[in-house]
């Protein structure tokens, strides 16, 4: 239903011509003329108009893609329910996670889960914090953990914790010595100024602690060199943990972290260091009762853990 009218008009729009679509379909193209101008008679205005030689959708052609991917959310929404209603225990749960808390995830809350559901096949997918709010979007995944500091209308969000961005150094490290105590911070906070002549491991600039990295450094004028760059940041606070440097990392359980015993967690005397760490879900998504209960065991799990630090 709609599959090939969904098809045919998103072809046109993405190629820009006719013939161009009729190619990337594998049908001829006044198949394709005739399949348009009998779309546009029925629904009785223009989905196309011609702009630079380019067939460009009209406002009615948005709207006819638009509803049509309305359309098939329900479609999905339908058959998901139908088929938990007929399975009950079988499933499927696709869960993104950052890196850094894949060690919470696997010891803490996935035995627990398949305890409860062993038939249920769950897949962890391990990216970026942008990435997987675009795999959740394209509903590519079920929910994801990452950290928030702006919302989206798409999502649902399921509060965990507020954290804030620290700097990590090794415990030997002068800023070690020099951070002060201060009943405005959970840690031993130093001024960003105290940062300069510092070495750093830094991740790459795709990463959102990356950039909160460059807002501290370069929005202070900071001088700093790069002892070395890691893909990822339990690859950095290793570094840290080895004493090559100082990183930014989020607020984590760093008892996961290998050498997690020489790290320190500082504050930052700066704005904009909180942020939310949250369980998101497609909005209007259904989910099962598995999903459900997995994202109970998750915050449950974190609360207990963050408790017993």
Do not use: W
């Not at 993405?14 to 029925?42: D, I, N």
């Not at 098939?72 to 339908?78: E, G, K, N, V, Y």
């Not at 088929?83 to 696997?106: E, K, N, Q, S, Y």
């Not at 962890?124 to 979007?137: I, Q, V």
């Amino acid at each position: 239903m709609l599959n090939r009218e969904y098809e045919y008009v998103s072809a046109i729009a993405r190629e820009g011509t006719l013939s161009g679509a009729a190619v990337q379909l594998g049908v001829s193209q006044p198949a394709l003329t005739r399949f348009l101008q009998r779309e546009e008679g029925e629904l009785g205005t223009a989905l196309f108009q011609r702009i630079d030689n380019r067939m460009v959708l009209t406002y009615a052609g948005e709207c006819y893609l638009e509803h049509i991917k309305q359309i098939f959310a329900i479609q999905a929404h339908m058959r998901a329910e139908l088929d938990d209603i007929a399975r009950m225990d079988r499933g499927r749960l696709r869960v993104g996670i950052t890196g850094i808390r894949r060690p919470f995830t696997i010891f803490s809350v996935i035995p627990q889960f398949k305890k409860k559901y062993p038939n249920i096949a769950l897949t962890l997918n391990e990216f970026g914090s942008d990435k997987l709010e675009e795999m959740l979007e394209g509903l590519e995944l079920d929910c994801i953990a990452v950290n928030i500091t702006k919302k989206r209308e798409c999502f649902e969000y399921l509060h965990i914790a507020r954290e804030e961005y620290v700097l990590a150094v090794h415990k030997d490290h002068p800023l070690a010595g020099m951070a002060e105590r201060s009943s405005r911070f959970k840690y031993p906070v130093v001024r960003p100024g105290q940062l300069e002549g510092c070495s750093f491991v830094l991740l790459s600039k795709t990463h959102r602690i990356r950039q909160f990295a460059d807002s501290v450094l370069d929005g202070n004028r900071i001088g700093y060199s790069i002892a070395m760059q890691s893909r990822t940041l339990d690859g950095a606070l290793e570094a840290v943990a080895n004493g090559l440097g100082c990183t930014f990392t989020p607020e984590v359980m760093s008892s996961y972290i290998r050498g997690s015993q020489n790290i320190r967690c500082l504050s930052l005397d700066t704005p904009g260091t909180g942020y939310d760490f949250c369980l998101l879900y497609r909005k209007g998504a259904y989910l099962p009762p598995s999903t459900e209960d997995f994202l109970t065991m998750f915050r449950e799990a974190f609360q207990r853990e963050r408790e017993g630090l």
